[in-house]
């Protein structure tokens, strides 16, 4: 958060209600189907006592996971202002730099936990809109056969609108879903006022009771209890976005009260009725308000799925600059916000999958069971990643560390294993997309070391070559040629094809190597490191956060401070092709599987182009193409 937000009140306010829209739109719309889910048939019989059990059930794991775990905690965990997995990730693997072998487990585990987010990304669309819609069988029964293709309607809609980018629908965001909050809590107050003793759940034995007097549906229960914090992950992820006070202002003064609100609103009403358990958040409005709560639920599930697609865009774009997925297009939908992106194939990958998931699935409550794995997966991802950032990053005492974590590990992992039991009733679909996109990550990774490794093995010493070609000097022609290559201080194919073919060198030479740290942001002070390679030629390091867009171009003005001139149109970027292939012979354990090697080369030929991703002009790009056998 800025300075200036800090300050001003007025910003502050405009932050919080911008993060009301953004973060809490996922977590916001899980009284639509949490509650229902609970107490779904052959789950949790619906009794008195098991109603209050539940309220103070959920209650304290509001409490529990998000107050205490995300708000309190881990948004002081933040990557220079930056939150979210992968800036968890590698927040947590710099600080145990020093244990390669610790390191290479959390680097393996945490982009596990990002795989598992793109399950939760198809699931979220789809459950949340399916329960918002599946309002109208509560309105009219009659309308139930159009609740699948009204969904996908709505979803067509939203994928479509995406290539248009968040800024213009954006800034509606926030008071729709603070509109959306406070009809959360004018819906339960009522049922409360009616029924006050349902307030007694806010006491904590209520819980413990129910968990001790029948373990076997407590343990049933937790696995549908969860869904009341499905989207805490963005209270961390968005940390960037709007900053830890906006995001703690909005959790306590707004969203946890009308959380709380309509939950015990809801138990209120099952208490006197019943038969409501059917659809009990629908159930709780009066017949006239149904059609506009139906409405205006559909739009807050719409504000929740986009979150989550915005935030696919930009986890995805993070993995590229950090080497874990090959490049891929990607739109800038905003000339001021940086963070504002489009990834065309992503997109229609997720609708491609949310479309498969309202289909075979059908309905919310089906859903429910696919969604809370995906949940608790990446929630104790995070809370494993929390203990070494505390304990090795801030050097806390490690009992400490362990009090500090163990609690919400015990929490997370008690969830896990509820929901690991409906792996087969459909939690199945987000381990799978969760292991085909590791698959694909991991591939990726080792793939790129290897090709780098083959590389390196023929690679010349760059300051030995520039000496040796000046023993009998090429001719040289007007303009400075850019060399961009992977490896610094070796020599560019693309200079040795040049040299070969062209037979002449420019009168300025640059070699130029883009380095992604693991940090958000780097600064232009620290953008550039130039070591001079005597007869105008000049070795160029480029520096770039996960979070910054790799211009070349643009980061090779700031060479002017170390006197070297470029007239843009009067430079050349020259980059080398790698053609890669699948190894013809195996290499005594060293490489990939066969398979793997195969999906590699895939990955590789159909990445974008580099030319793109770096930015560069492209009516002054010389490519020349080099074959690599892994």
Not at 44 to 53: H, I, K, M
Not at 155 to 171: D, S
Not at 451 to 470: G, H, Q
Not at 578 to 590: C, E, K, Q, Y
């Amino acid at each position: 958060m800025t300075p200036t937000a800090k300050r001003d009140p007025a910003a502050t306010a405009g932050l919080t209600l911008a993060a009301l829209g953004v973060v809490y739109g996922d977590i916001g719309t899980s009284p639509l189907y949490a509650l229902k889910e609970v107490f779904a048939p052959e789950r949790v019989p619906l009794t008195p006592d098991n109603v209050l059990g539940i309220l103070s059930l959920v209650f304290w794991t509001l409490t529990i996971v998000v107050s205490l775990k995300y708000v309190v905690l881990i948004l002081r965990a933040d990557n220079n202002g930056e939150g979210g997995l992968i800036a968890m990730l590698a927040l947590a693997a710099g600080a145990v730099r020093d244990r390669p072998v610790l390191r290479r487990r959390l680097l393996v585990l945490g982009i596990f936990g990002t795989a598992i987010f793109f399950g939760d990304g198809v699931i979220t669309p789809a459950i949340s809109v399916l329960s918002a819609v599946e309002g109208l069988e509560v309105a009219a029964p009659a309308l139930h056969r159009w609740i699948v293709p009204l969904t996908l309607v709505v979803l067509t809609v939203l994928f479509a609108a995406q290539r248009f980018g968040t800024g213009i629908v954006g800034r509606f965001f926030g008071p729709v879903t603070l509109a959306w909050f406070a009809v959360l809590a004018l819906l339960g107050l009522p049922h409360v006022a009616a029924h006050p003793q349902v307030l007694v759940a806010l006491l904590p034995h209520h819980a413990l009771g129910f968990l001790v007097a029948h373990p076997g549906t407590a343990f049933v229960a937790l696995g549908a209890v969860v869904l009341c914090v499905t989207g805490a992950e963005a209270l961390y992820a968005d940390l960037g976005h709007f900053g830890k006070r906006p995001i703690r202002i909005a959790w306590f003064g707004v969203v946890l009260p009308a959380l709380v609100i309509n939950y015990f609103g809801q138990g209120a009403m099952l208490l006197q009725r019943p038969e409501n358990v059917r659809n009990p958040f629908y159930e709780m409005a009066p017949e006239w308000a149904l059609f506009p709560l139906i409405a205006l639920a559909t739009l807050a599930t719409v504000i929740a799925s986009q979150a989550l697609i915005t935030a696919a865009f930009s986890v995805t774009k993070q993995a590229i600059q950090l080497g874990y997925l090959p490049r891929l297009r990607i739109d800038h939908t905003s000339v001021r916000e940086t963070g504002q992106v489009y990834v065309p194939f992503v997109n229609w990958a997720l609708y491609g999958c949310v479309v498969f998931a309202v289909v075979v699935f059908g309905s919310s409550g089906a859903l429910a069971s696919a969604y809370g794995i995906a949940v608790t997966i990446d929630m104790t991802i995070t809370t494993v990643m929390t203990f070494f950032v505390i304990r090795y990053a801030w050097r806390l005492p490690p009992a400490l560390c362990v009090a500090a974590t163990g609690t919400f590990f015990v929490v997370d992992v008690t969830f896990l294993a509820a929901n690991v039991v409906k792996v087969l009733e459909g939690g199945w679909f987000p381990l799978v997309i969760g292991a085909a996109m590791f698959t694909l990550m991991a591939t990726w990774k080792q793939g790129r070391a290897l090709l780098a490794e083959r590389l390196r093995d023929e690679a010349i010493d760059l300051p030995s070559f520039i000496e040796s070609i000046f023993v009998s000097p090429p001719q040289r022609v007007p303009g400075t040629a850019v060399f961009l290559h992977a490896e610094r201080g070796a020599t560019p194919f693309a200079l040795l094809h040049n040299l070969k073919h062209n037979k002449v060198l420019h009168e300025q030479n640059l070699f130029v190597t883009v380095v992604q740290h693991e940090v958000p942001w780097i600064g232009f002070e620290r953008r550039m490191q130039v070591e001079p390679l005597g007869h105008d030629c000049w070795q160029v390091l480029l520096n770039f956060g996960f979070k910054n867009d790799p211009d070349v171009p643009e980061a090779l003005k700031l060479l002017a401070q170390h006197g070297v001139q470029l007239d843009d149109m009067e430079t050349s970027y020259f980059l080398s092709r790698d053609s890669v292939a699948p190894a013809l012979r195996a290499r005594g354990g060293r490489g990939m599987a066969r398979w793997r090697e195969k999906l590699f080369a895939s990955m590789h030929r159909n990445a974008a182009a580099a030319a793109d991703f770096l930015n560069l002009p492209a009516n002054r790009i010389v490519e020349l193409g080099t074959k690599v056998e892994l």
